[in-house]
C-alpha cells in the first residue's frame, strides 16, 4: 500500500511510513465462508455511526470508568511536544513520532485539535500521549486506517482516534489503532466512528502480550475490537457500545487471552474458533456475559446478557431474555444442550449460532425476532428446531449451511427476508411440518433434503428433486424443483413468499401462464438450470424479475416484465439463452443485465422501456458487464434512464433496434474497457430502426 501522510500532502517532509495493505484478509476470508457473504446492501451503516461532535457523548446511564491522570510522561526519555505554545513544538503528531527513539514521549494539546491525520507509524518503542481523551482528538476524515503500531511496548493513551476508514467503499481494510507487535498498552481512548475501532492480529508476526483497557469503543462499523491469532492478551475495563455489525469485540483463532470487566451495550462479543481464554465479570446491558468452556450438565437458572458455550455438554438454557447482542446464544463445538422458551431479538448477527460441530442440540419454544438472522447452523449435525416463532429477521429466518440431518419442525415463519435457506451441500435436512406467512424457502447447492407439509401464505409449499414428466397445475405457495426434468409449471398465483418459483440443477422444464407478483427476491430464479422454456407469464414488483445463475440454453419470450426493485433479467454467467418478444419496463435497476461471462445470448424484438427509476441515472435498459459476444436487435429501447451500455465486453452486435426517436445515422453505445484501443470503447447499431416496432406482429 502506497501511503502519503497528511504532511506530505502539504509539501513538507515525509518520514518513512510503510506498509501491510493485507492485515485484515484472513479474517474477511474467514468471514467469507461463515454462513454466506454478507449482503453489506442489507445493513445501515449509517444508523451505526454516531457524530462525535453533534452528541452527548456519554451517556449518563453508563458508567465510563474516566481516569484524570498526569500525561507527563514517567520515563527516562526525551519528550516531544505537538501543539501548545512552545516555540519548537511540533504541529504535526507524525513528525514527532518520526524523529523520537525507543523510550521517548510524544505528548499531545488538545488546543491544536483536531488532529486531521492518518496511515502513521509507530515502529520505535514511544509513549504516545494525549492532554485530555476527550478534546485531544485525532480524526482520519475516513481515508485509511489511524495509528499502526509496529513496534513493542507502545503506550498510547489520552486521545479520542475517530473517523478512519470508509465503512462503504473500504469497510474490511481500515482500523483506527492497528497493531501488529507485543507488550503494547492502550488505554483510556475513546476510540470511534472507524470502520474497525481496534485491530490487533498476529497473523504476519506474533502480536501477544498487549492490554487494552479502559477504553471507550463506540460506533465502529463492522466491530469494535478485532483480536487475531493473538495469545495472552489483556481487554479489561473497556466499554463498548453500539459496534457494527460484527460486534463489540471478535475472538478469531486465539488462546489464553483475558477478557474481565467490561461492559457492552447494544454489543457484545463473538468468538471464532477460539479456546482456553478467560472470561470474568463482563456485562452486556447490564447482565452477566455467562462464558463456559468444557463445562457439561449445567440448568443455568440466573439472568444473562449473552451466553457463549465452547465445547460444552448438556447445557440447558430456558426462559431467558437476550436482546440487543451481536450474537445471542453462541455454541462452538457444544452438544446436547436445550435451549426453550427464550426471548432472543435484535441480535446485530445472529439470534442463536451452532458451528463448529455443534451436534444433537434442541432449540424450541422460543421468540426470535428482528435479528440480522434469526438461527445459523454451520457445520453442524442432527440438532432440532422445533416450534419457535421466528420473524422478521432481516436477512434469514434460519440458516443451514455445510450441516447434515437437522430437523426444523413445526416452526412459525412471518415476514422474514427469508424463512429457511439450505446451501453448502447440506444434506438430508427435514423440513417439514412449517408455517410460513410472507416468507418462504431458498434451497442452493445442496440435495437430499426432505420437504413435507410445509405451507406458504396457506399453500402448499410444492418441493420436488429427481422427478421428472409432471404437470402441476394445482395452487401452490411456492415451487422448488431440484434435479427435475420435464416438469410444466402453469397456471400458478404466488406472491408474498422470498423467490416464486426456484430451479436448481433442473432441465427442459416449461413454465407458463402463471403469475408471479411482490415476492422477495426473486420472482423466477434458475441456478445451474438448463433448456428450459419460460413464457407467457405476469412477473411484477419483487426485487428481480428473472435469475439465471450458470444456466445455458434458456428461452424467455412473450413474458411481461415489470416495476421491479432491481433488473427485470438478470444473466450471471449463462450463456446461449434467448430473450424475445417480451415487454421489460419500470424495473428500477436494467430492463437486462448480463454479467460475468454471459456470452451468445440473443436479445431480440422486446420493449425494454423507462427502466433504471426516476432517480437510479446509473442503470441502463440493456447493459453487458464482462459479458461477449451477444446479439442485441430490433428491440424499442425506450425512455430508459440511460439506453445501452457495456464494460469488458466485446464482440457484441447491435443492430436494427429504436432508440427513442428516428435516427438515421449510426447510434453510438459508448462502453467500458481495459483496451487501449479507442474503437473498442465504443460500439455502434449500424442500421437504428426509424420507427418502434409492434412486437405483437414480430415472429
Not at 492478551?233 to 457494527?244: E, P, S
Not at 419442525?409 to 427476508?417: I, R, Y
Not at 398465483?493 to 432441465?507: E, K, V
Request: glycine share 8%.
Amino acid at each position: 500500500m502506497s501511503i502519503i501522510p497528511v504532511a506530505a500532502q502539504n509539501g513538507e517532509k515525509t518520514p518513512k511510513l510503510s506498509k501491510k495493505a493485507s492485515w485484515l484478509y484472513t479474517w474477511e476470508n474467514e468471514r467469507s465462508n461463515y454462513l454466506e457473504p454478507f449482503h453489506w446492501s442489507s445493513y445501515d451503516h449509517q444508523n451505526r455511526r454516531l457524530d462525535f461532535q453533534s452528541i452527548d457523548f456519554f451517556p449518563k446511564s453508563i458508567p465510563l470508568k474516566l481516569v484524570d491522570k498526569d500525561p507527563r510522561p514517567i520515563n527516562n526519555g526525551k519528550t516531544f511536544y505537538v501543539g501548545g505554545k512552545g516555540p519548537e513544538n511540533y504541529t504535526n503528531i507524525h513528525y514527532a513520532i518520526f524523529d523520537a527513539s525507543d523510550g521517548d514521549t510524544v505528548f499531545v494539546y488538545d488546543d491544536s485539535a483536531p488532529y486531521y491525520e492518518n496511515s502513521f507509524r509507530i515502529d520505535k518503542s514511544i509513549r504516545l500521549i494525549g492532554e485530555n481523551r476527550n478534546t485531544t482528538i485525532i480524526d482520519g476524515k475516513q481515508k485509511s486506517w489511524g495509528i499502526e503500531i509496529d513496534a513493542n511496548g507502545v503506550v498510547i493513551s489520552g486521545f479520542t482516534i475517530q473517523n478512519n476508514g470508509d465503512p462503504v467503499f473500504n469497510p474490511f481494510n481500515d482500523g483506527g489503532i492497528m497493531i501488529f507487535s507485543s507488550n503494547n498498552v492502550i488505554t483510556e481512548n475513546n476510540i470511534i466512528n472507524s470502520c474497525y475501532g481496534i485491530v490487533l492480529s498476529g497473523s504476519v508476526v506474533p502480536a501477544n502480550n498487549n492490554t487494552i483497557s479502559n477504553n471507550i469503543i463506540l460506533s465502529n462499523s463492522n466491530c469494535g475490537a478485532y483480536i487475531q491469532q493473538s495469545n495472552h492478551n489483556k481487554i479489561a475495563l473497556n466499554t463498548f457500545l453500539n459496534n457494527g455489525l460484527l460486534g463489540g469485540l471478535i475472538l478469531d483463532e486465539l488462546e489464553f487471552n483475558n477478557v474481565s470487566g467490561n461492559e457492552f451495550y447494544n454489543d457484545s462479543v463473538y468468538i471464532y474458533y477460539a479456546h482456553h481464554n478467560t472470561f470474568l465479570n463482563n456485562l452486556v446491558n447490564n447482565k452477566p456475559l455467562l462464558y463456559l468452556e468444557d463445562k457439561s450438565d449445567l440448568v443455568i437458572e440466573d439472568e444473562v446478557g449473552q451466553v457463549i458455550l465452547i465445547n460444552c455438554d448438556h447445557i440447558t438454557m430456558q426462559n431467558k431474555d437476550v436482546s440487543n447482542t451481536t450474537v445471542g446464544f453462541l455454541l462452538y463445538n457444544t452438544n446436547h444442550c436445550l435451549l426453550s422458551g427464550n426471548i432472543i431479538n435484535s441480535s446485530d448477527y445472529c439470534g442463536i449460532l451452532l458451528y463448529g460441530s455443534s451436534n444433537y442440540n434442541t432449540i424450541s419454544n422460543n421468540t426470535i425476532s428482528h435479528d440480522y438472522y434469526g438461527i445459523g447452523i454451520r457445520s453442524s449435525n442432527g440438532n432440532t428446531i422445533i416450534s419457535n416463532k421466528i420473524s422478521r429477521n432481516i436477512f434469514r429466518g434460519i440458516t443451514i449451511l455445510y450441516s447434515n440431518s437437522n430437523n426444523v419442525l413445526s416452526n412459525f415463519f412471518f415476514d422474514n427476508n427469508l424463512g429457511v435457506d439450505v446451501q453448502g451441500n447440506s444434506e438430508f435436512n427435514n423440513i417439514s411440518g412449517n408455517t410460513f406467512l410472507d416468507d418462504g424457502v431458498w434451497v442452493y447447492n445442496a440435495w437430499n433434503n426432505i420437504f413435507l407439509d410445509n405451507y406458504v401464505n396457506d399453500k402448499p409449499l410444492l418441493y420436488l428433486e429427481g422427478k421428472s414428466d409432471r404437470v402441476i397445475n394445482e395452487s401452490t405457495g411456492q415451487i422448488i424443483l431440484v434435479s427435475c426434468d420435464r416438469i410444466e409449471v402453469k397456471n400458478q398465483d404466488i406472491s408474498n413468499t422470498n423467490t416464486g418459483i426456484l430451479l436448481m440443477d433442473t432441465h427442459h422444464c416449461v413454465m407458463h401462464e402463471n403469475t408471479l407478483r411482490a415476492n422477495k427476491g426473486y420472482n423466477i430464479f434458475l441456478s445451474h438450470s438448463n433448456d428450459n422454456d419460460i413464457f407467457a407469464n405476469s412477473i411484477t414488483y419483487s426485487s428481480f424479475g428473472i435469475t439465471f445463475d450458470i444456466s445455458d440454453n434458456n428461452i424467455i419470450h412473450h413474458n411481461i416484465i415489470s416495476t421491479h426493485g432491481l433488473d427485470g433479467i438478470y444473466l450471471y454467467g449463462s450463456n446461449k439463452n434467448n430473450i424475445s418478444q417480451n415487454t421489460i419496463k419500470d424495473n428500477r435497476g436494467h430492463g437486462i443485465f448480463l454479467y460475468d461471462h454471459s456470452n451468445n445470448n440473443s436479445i431480440s424484438s422486446n420493449t425494454i422501456e423507462s427502466n433504471g427509476g426516476k432517480f437510479w441515472s446509473a442503470n441502463y435498459g440493456v447493459f453487458l458487464s464482462e459479458s461477449s459476444d451477444n446479439r442485441i436487435e430490433y428491440n424499442n429501447i425506450l425512455k430508459n434512464a440511460r439506453g445501452a451500455r457495456f464494460a469488458e465486453s466485446y464482440s457484441n452486435i447491435w443492430n436494427g433496434n429504436y432508440w427513442n426517436r428516428p435516427r438515421i445515422l449510426p447510434k453510438i453505445i459508448l462502453g467500458e474497457t481495459a483496451k487501449i484501443l479507442f474503437d473498442l470503447r465504443i460500439n455502434f447499431d449500424w442500421h437504428p430502426a426509424l420507427k418502434p416496432y409492434d412486437i405483437s406482429q414480430m415472429s
